[in-house]
């Protein structure tokens, strides 16, 4: 029997037969139509060959890691859904200090944990997110301060327009927020990846005001990596960011919406158009960012009407009721539902504040109206 349950989905396959061919298995929203086939990789050298021969008999592949970041349309895939479920974590140190590698399809938490385990600092921010280690360099995934792109040492990809296979650069990789040139394409196929450490068991800085505070510590101080690690997942559990098959709020890909960021032309206008819906008091969260000012999607997404579990018991789709940015499959959904959901808050945000939304996830056979 072969076991695919690193997905929070905790699908069992065992065999790949019709049945399994249904995405909403591997997808951490339940959402997905079936895929002409679909194939299993437990080995960097069958991934590369199943890749590889795809592409020689011109079969579309999607590739598939923990499902967390995918919304893929009630048709299907036509083509082979690759299961991306290769294993290994190795150690190591060289003149920078301690590092880890892991093939692309360890679970991404298992890592997390065993760098603490074993003594290292520099992950621990980022427990408990879904998916696999592969995929976090694609949308460059962060949290409580933290993205991978402070701690990625390679990536190992494979080419699929030449065959090549060789590690690169983070500084290649046009890694920025929530994004990268790996996102949204599928010419590269992230084969290992490797992660510098910090040692003596300790964090790397907390720059996160929520768990600074929950922790006791400064901002900008470390703290024990295992206490972080602890406190992150407890912080995420409280907003429904930890998977639980048991927990509607969290059959979700997370955020829906990344945080919109405003050009410095733009942001006196948008402030005033906030103010004048919500008064003059409103205390507006900001920050600064790259090529302007960084507002928060969820804030937007509530004070425009969208509350907790909009809109309400009977949808099939929802927000959840732990947290206004992640769109929810109460168990019966379609993927046009939570289009439709999607694009209601998108539209009523713009129509409200003047501020355009943007979809975090990458979309397979669906898109949002524009
Ligand atoms: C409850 C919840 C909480 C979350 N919290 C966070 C968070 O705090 N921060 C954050 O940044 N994200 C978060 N996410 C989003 C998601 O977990 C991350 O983006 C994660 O890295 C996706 O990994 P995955 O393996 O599930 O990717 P998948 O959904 O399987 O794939 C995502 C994309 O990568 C491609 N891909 C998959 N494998 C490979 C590969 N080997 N090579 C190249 N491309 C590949 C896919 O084709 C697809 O385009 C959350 C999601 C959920 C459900």
Redesign the pocket.
């Known amino acids: 029997m072969l076991e695919v349950g690193r ?2 989905v905790q699908a069992t396959v065992t065999d790949v037969s019709a049945q399994h061919r249904n995405l909403a298995e ?4 339940r959402l997905g139509g079936p895929a002409r086939n679909l194939t299993v990789c437990r080995t960097t050298e069958e ?1 590369i060959a199943t890749v590889t021969g795809a592409d020689r008999a011109g079969e579309p592949i ?9 919304v893929i349309g009630d048709d299907g895939f036509p083509g082979t859904a690759v299961l ?1 479920a290769t294993d290994g974590i190795e150690f190591g140190a060289d003149e920078t200090g301690p590092h880890v590698t892991a093939a ?2 360890v679970n ?1 938490d298992r890592l997390v944990a065993e760098t603490v385990e074993n003594g290292f600092g520099g992950l621990e921010c ?1 427990s ?5 280690a ?3 360099p ?6 409580y301060g933290v ?1 991978v792109a402070q701690a990625l040492r390679g990536v190992q ?1 494979l080419d699929r327009r030449t065959g090549e296979i060789a590690w690169h650069a983070p500084e290649d990789l046009g890694l920025a927020y ?1 994004t990268s040139r ?3 394409r ?1 010419d ?4 290992a990846v490797s992660f510098r450490l910090g040692d003596g068991g300790r964090s790397a800085p907390i720059r996160y005001r929520e768990l600074a505070a929950a922790l006791g510590v400064a901002e900008g101080e470390s703290a024990d990596a295992a206490l972080v690690r602890a406190q992150v997942l407890k912080l ?1 559990r409280g907003k ?4 639980d098959d048991a927990d509607h709020d ?1 059959w ?4 829906f919406f990344t945080n919109p960021i405003v050009a410095a032309g733009e942001l006196p206008q948008i402030l005033d158009r906030i103010r004048a819906r919500l008064g003059d008091e409103v205390r507006i969260p900001q920050f600064p960012a790259d090529g302007g000012t960084k507002l928060s999607a969820g804030w937007l997404i509530e004070r425009a009407g969208f509350v907790k579990g909009f809109p309400g018991p009977q949808a099939p789709a929802r927000l959840s009721t732990k947290h206004t940015l ?1 769109l929810t499959n109460r168990g019966a959904a379609r993927t046009a539902d939570l289009i439709e959901l999607a694009a209601r808050v998108r539209d009523g945000v713009r129509a409200e504040f003047g501020v355009s939304l943007h979809p ?3 979309f ?1 056979g669906c898109a949002l109206p524009a």
Do not use: C, Y
Not at 26 to 29: D, G, Q, S, V
Not at 62 to 70: A, D, H, M, P
């Open positions: 997905h929070g591997f997808t951490t929203l991934l999607l590739l598939i890691g923990g499902g967390s970041n995918l991306v692309a399809g991404w980022l408990g997110i879904p998916g696999a592969g995929t976090t694609v949308q460059n995934v962060g949290a993205e990809l929530r790996l996102k949204g599928d590269e196929v992230v084969l995420r429904g960011m930890v998977l969290t979700s890909a997370g955020s992640a975090e996830p990458v397979v």
